[in-house]
């Protein structure tokens, strides 16, 4: 036997065994679970567990003990792999920076190349959409319908249209995301009030595609890499030389393939370009009251920045709202609580996200706020259906959105 | 006084594999293990039914050992999975020096149904293993098979016993009498109750491993061995795809293979003269393993070492030569020569030839009890080897988590079907106890009711309960509680299992305790003397009856 015949013999044996080796880079995924000193802080932090409890979900931990069992079981891990949320929270906390949120991953990968069969339902329709439309939402059939819809959400909320530009050379790409592309049109016409109100000198992308965390979360691998190199090719075709989003996901997402694969174009979501690129003196010289009396308001923190990207895009968006005169931040006691709404939970077990969003809610309740914002389209999403379950009159807000209200003169 | 046809001495996979086997062919049987089953020797192997690779200069062995495999994988499919080995060369010359080797293997693989030994390229190899050092210039692959030596040596136990076989473990032989040059009687006392009790057995088997020596002694009977210590050191989780075999800092053939949620590193070879029940792992021979690795593993020794384990190799007594050169083939010693007919020792042997041993000894027995029949041990399964089980089906049924019931499964077979049915009448009994493994409060159960065990170590090998990532931090009180349930034992002595169970696990973990497993030990501490107050607890602490006695 030579060795290309040898090669084949041994991974037919693998794949008998249902052995499927770790590369270099799972391997260190893997190795941080080696790190494990089972204190079981993230069984106590993990939003899930607390939700559903231990039985349901087994948590964190429960998850690493799994991964690194025999190769062939992790398939067996289905009926709990697909309720995390992907929050972080388990590795923000833990002493040891177990990287469980890739270990997550790295599990759906492995079931979804080895056991499709056991992905569920829901997860493979996902998948379909984004095989169809490299977008994460059926996009709208009619392009009239679709203005319409930004139309009517503009009006509600008093902004105005700024026709799009895509502009090659352009110094910002402005890359809304999947949500405020087809569902939350109005992020993605805030985010563009916001831009040219500094002059900043962007482009939209030719073509929307999918930033590909949907595909990751799926499992599949494919396609990730599909569409992270198709939108790469929009990048350097326009020859951006930084991205700017409105979206908690993209943005960590983005942060991440872009570190991974040495891109060297930074990617920012919007409250750090504020900050950072503009300056929250110039920013607060455009802002004015909102109302006429004082918005009391309080901030929901998305994991994907707090806990994918920093902690400090949060601070951020503190600075921002206390430059906007009469407006009032009270805290909430589970700001920085996972909404429920992430790892395609909200799609796969919406009961599960509903649990999980209750305690957002009642601290919401809690305080005395009569908005809540939060910068991330997906969160907004699940907190305002939520609320409104709920019966409560509490208004919501994407922050991009209430910070392009609050410019003077509209 | 009861009689027996036959008394074998020892619970190891020898001792229960007697058993079996002199049970299926109608024999009446007595097994007396002065511990629990498997609890000895064989529990600190690596499961490795082995080829016999090592052993070229011996065809028979390696013809012996091919058998086996096959016929172990026949009666416990269940309970055997294969491992891909690579051998990685990082020299030429290493490549030459397998010749022989390699043609005595090829001429075994076929009945295994595994592969002559394959070349894999240095790419090819690293694809498959990134951990191996990027100088390697190709390796070698074998495929070889395990088995969980723990239900293995139960299974066979169990088996016995449905077969008539009575098995008593804690039972310590303490006398073996002759009468007109023959055995005639055998007392032992029982741990459990604190007395002595005698029976009549016409003839005594003494699989006793490194203890077969004492045991002879109790007849009069000098019999000598050579005891060689073999250490493992067991790494936290799986820190390789596949297994890995290279040669040691001396030259001796070493191994890396990963083992359920653990790797394990093995083994030292040392002549020991020590009592093997008090032995312990040297920081030589934890220094020996990780060096001997790190040439083709540069990274084992950022991987955490959770505990070690030591046994002793009952070898035949060949001396001047090194202990790879000992014979790997077992003996049985008639000692009828030595003026006591009908007590017969095994010296020698490996985990593989288990069976084989028992049926090359049982064929005496029958012969000398005039007793016809022939072996069956290789034809008929052991318990739990049944058609595939559906777990995901079974997962819905009973409302358990899949890879529980994996788990399950997989140390199992078909009896967790058994095992789930006892939660119909109580659903609180799918909890779970263990979660590194994970283990249901219902198995543990079962295992108490069906598989003898005393302590919570002994459950420890039923279910695997506390060997996994955090070695008994979170089971111990919750298993601690079903015993005492289920064999109505009182707080105090509830507390007792438990700091004895404790201690038991310390002691594999002292030897190698640095980095980041002393941050787990101080969490284990506080979790069992602060939240527990197991520092507090008032424990009347009755020494066990053989404490007393030593």
């Known amino acids: 036997m030579d060795e290309e015949e040898a090669y084949a013999h041994v991974r037919n044996t693998l794949k008998e065994e249902r052995m499927m080796p770790f590369s270099t880079s799972e391997m260190e995924v893997v190795r941080s679970v080696g790190q494990c000193i089972n204190c079981g802080t993230c069984l106590n932090h993990c939003p899930v567990t607390r939700a559903v409890g231990v039985e349901r979900f087994t948590g964190p931990r429960g998850i690493a003990v799994e991964l690194s069992r025999s190769p062939p079981e992790y398939w067996s891990s289905t009926d709990r792999i697909y309720l995390c949320t992907g929050c972080g929270t388990c590795r923000e906390v833990c002493p040891k920076n177990v990287d469980i949120p890739n270990v997550v991953n790295l599990m759906r990968r492995r079931i979804f190349s080895q056991r499709p069969d056991l992905v569920p339902q829901s997860l493979h329709q996902q998948n379909e959409i984004l095989r169809k439309h490299n977008l994460a939402f059926v996009p709208w059939d009619d392009p009239d319908e679709k203005a319409e819809s930004r139309n009517m959400r503009l009006e509600r909320l008093d902004l105005p249209f700024i026709k799009d530009k895509i502009r090659k050379g352009a110094e910002v790409l402005f890359y809304p995301g999947c949500q405020a592309e087809e569902r939350a049109q109005e992020v993605r016409e805030a985010a563009k009030i916001i831009l040219e109100r500094f002059n900043v000198d962007y482009t939209l992308v030719e073509k929307m595609t999918c930033c590909s965390l949907p595909a990751i979360l799926v499992g599949d691998m494919e396609k990730s890499i599909e569409l992270s190199t198709i939108l790469k090719k929009q990048i350097d075709d326009l020859g951006v030389k930084k991205i700017v989003t409105t979206c908690a996901g993209c943005t960590s997402n983005l942060n991440e393939i872009a570190a991974r694969n040495n891109w060297e174009i930074p990617v920012y979501h919007i409250l750090e370009f504020l900050v950072e690129d503009i300056g929250v003196h110039e920013v607060s010289k455009a802002l004015s009251p909102m109302d006429d009396h004082t918005v009391r308001v309080t901030v929901h923190d998305p994991c994907h920045l707090i806990r994918h990207t920093s902690r400090r895009v949060l601070e951020y968006a503190h600075r921002l709202l206390n430059a906007i005169p009469d407006v009032e931040v009270v805290e909430s006691s589970a700001h920085d609580l996972c909404c429920g709404g992430g790892g395609l939970v909200g799609r796969h077990s919406p009961d599960v996200s509903r649990v999980i969003v209750k305690e957002n809610i009642r601290a919401i309740k809690e305080t005395s706020a009569e908005r809540i914002v939060t910068p991330c389209p997906l969160c907004t999403a699940q907190i305002e259906e939520s609320l409104f379950r709920d019966g409560s009159d509490i208004e919501v807000d994407d922050l991009t959105v209430f910070i392009a209200q609050s410019f003077e003169g509209g | ?431 779970m106890v263990c979660i590194c493994e994970p283990v249901m409060d219902a198995e543990i159960r079962y295992a108490i009711r069906t598989e003898y065990p005393q302590t919570l170590n002994d459950l420890r090998r039923r279910v695997r309960l506390g060997t996994g990532p955090c070695q008994a931090t979170f089971c111990t009180f919750k298993a601690a509680s079903i015993m005492a349930e289920e064999l109505g034992l009182t707080g105090s002595q509830t507390h007792s299992e438990i700091v004895d169970y404790l201690s038991e696990r310390w002691k594999g973990k002292r030897p190698p305790l640095r980095g980041a497993a002393l941050a787990q030990e101080e969490i284990v501490n506080g979790i069992y003397a602060c939240v527990g107050n197991l520092e507090q607890t008032v424990i009347d602490y009755e020494p066990k009856p053989w404490e007393e006695i030593r």
Not at chain 2, 11 to 23: F, Q
Not at chain 2, 293 to 310: G, K, L
């Open chain 2, 1 to 431: 006084m009861t009689e027996f046809d036959v008394i074998v001495i020892g619970g190891g996979s020898t001792g229960t594999a007697v058993a079996r086997d002199c049970a299926m062919r109608g024999l009446k049987t007595l097994l007396l293990e002065r511990d629990d089953i498997a609890s000895a020797t064989v529990g600190t192997c690596a499961g490795m039914i082995s080829s016999g690779f090592k052993y070229y200069h011996e065809p028979d062995i390696m013809d012996l050992c091919s058998h086996e495999v096959v016929h172990l994988k026949h009666i416990a499919r269940h309970i055997v999975a294969k491992l891909p080995i690579l051998f990685p060369l990082m020299d030429l010359s290493e490549i030459s020096s397998g010749g022989k080797g390699m043609e005595e293997y090829e001429k075994r693989v076929q009945e295994r149904g595994v592969p002559p030994v394959l070349i894999l390229t240095p790419e090819a190899s690293r694809e498959i293993e990134p951990s191996l050092h990027p100088e390697l210039i190709a390796s070698g692959y074998v495929e070889e098979f395990f088995i969980d030596p723990f239900r293995l040596c139960v299974l066979q136990a169990k088996d016995a016993e449905q077969h008539g076989a009575t098995i008593r473990t804690y039972c310590e032989v303490t006398a073996i009498d002759i009468r007109n040059g023959a055995v005639h009687t055998v007392t032992y006392f029982n741990r459990m109750t604190g007395t002595l009790e005698t029976v009549e057995a016409k003839v005594v088997i003494s699989a006793t491993g490194p203890w077969a020596s004492e045991i002879a002694r109790l007849a009069g009977i000098s019999l000598e061995l050579r005891l060689n210590k073999g250490a493992h050191v067991i790494l936290d989780r799986r820190v390789t795809n596949v297994g890995i075999s290279t040669r040691a800092v001396d030259g001796r053939w070493v191994y890396l293979f990963p083992h359920e949620n653990t790797t394990l590193i093995g083994t030292t070879a040392l002549d020991t003269w020590d009592n093997p029940d008090e032995l312990v792992t040297s920081q030589d021979e934890i220094e020996y393993l990780l060096r001997s690795f790190e040439f083709v593993v540069p990274s084992v020794r950022e991987a955490r070492i959770i505990r070690t384990m030591e046994g002793v190799r009952p070898m035949a007594p060949v001396w001047k030569v090194p202990e790879g050169e000992v014979t790997r083939g077992y003996e049985i010693i008639d000692h009828g020569q030595d003026g006591v007919s009908g007590f017969y020792s095994f010296i020698g042997g490996k985990l593989v030839m288990c069976r084989h041993m028992a049926e090359a000894v049982t064929d005496i027995v029958c012969e000398r009890l005039g007793v016809t029949g022939s072996c069956e041990t290789h034809i008929k399964p052991l318990p739990g080897m049944s058609e595939e089980v559906d777990v995901l089906m079974l997962a819905e049924k009973y409302g358990v988590p899949s890879h529980a019931l994996e788990r399950l499964k997989a140390r199992r077979g078909s009896e967790l079907v058994e095992i789930l049915e006892m939660t119909r009448e109580h659903p609180e009994w799918t909890n």
